[in-house]
């Protein structure tokens, strides 16, 4: 494969479950982002990591967590989903920051 | 506060015309801009990266201007096509992170 892939494609999740979504990408690149989409909102940073083992907090981060262990693979992880967790959930990558993004084919996920 | 404005009324169009999206922001100095294309349940797609140093930026039918005195990047679709109907993302180097406006739908009528 070629790109970023993202699983699951979409989820239904109980509020107050733990969920994750993954993220993987084959590109090598350093830079690694999570967005959620809402409808009126657009596309809003959750969480970044410059490089593997480092990881920053973006304009949305409460609610959510990540990893960076190694290149490749950057989880979200929704500790205690919560209704307004509901969202289209996109993952992108660059190879430095700043770069353009390359964006994977998203998760659908609603919270009930 | 700092904003990025894209006009939320689609963009309605004949085939064959041009399609020219703005872009303006309030309170950001980026050194750059870029603008992406999003089809309806996919991810945004880049398209077109532009320079505070540039003015204008060409790929193909496509089009970028970047004007840092009036706070605008217009995105312009020459002889536009039904396929070129998409939301159009712009997006600035704000707070050390990439910003996007909310986007603006483009229809190219046959």
């Known amino acids: 494969i070629a790109g970023i892939t993202q699983a699951p494609t979409s989820q239904i999740l109980a509020a107050g479950r733990r969920m994750t979504l993954r993220c993987t990408q084959d590109?090598?690149?350093?830079?690694m982002y999570w967005y959620r989409q809402d409808l009126g909102l657009g596309l809003r940073l959750i969480h970044y990591?410059?490089?593997?083992?480092?990881?920053g907090k973006g304009e949305v981060p409460d609610g959510y967590s990540v990893s960076r262990a190694n290149t490749d693979d950057f989880p979200l992880t929704l500790a205690s989903a919560v209704p307004s967790q509901t969202s289209v959930y996109f993952c992108?990558?660059?190879?430095?920051?700043?770069?353009?993004?390359?964006f994977g084919p998203g998760t659908r996920l609603t919270v009930l | 506060s700092q904003k990025i404005e894209q006009n939320s009324e689609a963009l309605n169009i004949q085939e064959g015309k041009t399609a020219t999206l703005t872009c303006n922001y309030t309170?950001?100095?980026?050194?750059?801009l870029q603008w992406y294309r999003q089809d309806p349940g996919r991810g945004p797609v880049f398209l077109l990266l532009i320079r505070e140093n540039e003015k204008e930026k060409r790929k193909e039918r496509l089009k970028v201007t970047f004007d840092t005195t009036l706070k605008q990047s217009l995105f312009h679709i020459t002889a536009s096509q039904p396929a070129d109907s998409a939301t159009y993302l712009c997006a600035l180097d704000g707070n050390n992170r990439l910003a996007f406006g909310k986007g603006n739908q483009v229809v190219v009528i046959p």
């Open positions: 990591s410059n490089t593997a083992g480092t990881t």
């Open positions: 309170n950001y100095s980026p050194a750059y």
């Open positions: 590109m090598r690149h350093n830079a």
């Open positions: 992108a990558s660059s190879d430095r920051d700043y770069n353009e993004q390359f």
